[in-house]
């Protein structure tokens, strides 16, 4: 949506997830295995590839601003 914290950080439609928190994102629940790593107060590092392009990202826990 317009306006969203994935929208300032950069996310749009089209992406595809290829790391979380610097593990490879081959199935979701090696996604789910990575998010639960990486815990809900730090920063979560994304690696994303749209078009030819490799797009690296950091989405910040919701408290931070």
């Known amino acids: 949506p317009p306006g969203s914290r994935a929208e300032r950080a950069g996310l749009k439609v089209g992406a595809v997830l290829t790391e979380v928190n610097g593990r490879p994102a081959v199935t ?19 690696v994303l590839r ?8 950091t989405l910040e826990p919701t408290g931070s601003r």
Do not use: F, K, S, Y
Request: aromatic share 0%; no cysteine.
């Open 28 to 46: 979701l629940d090696a996604v789910r295995e990575a998010l639960l790593a990486a815990g809900p107060d730090g920063p979560l590092p994304l």
């Open 50 to 57: 749209r078009d030819q392009e490799r797009i690296v990202v």
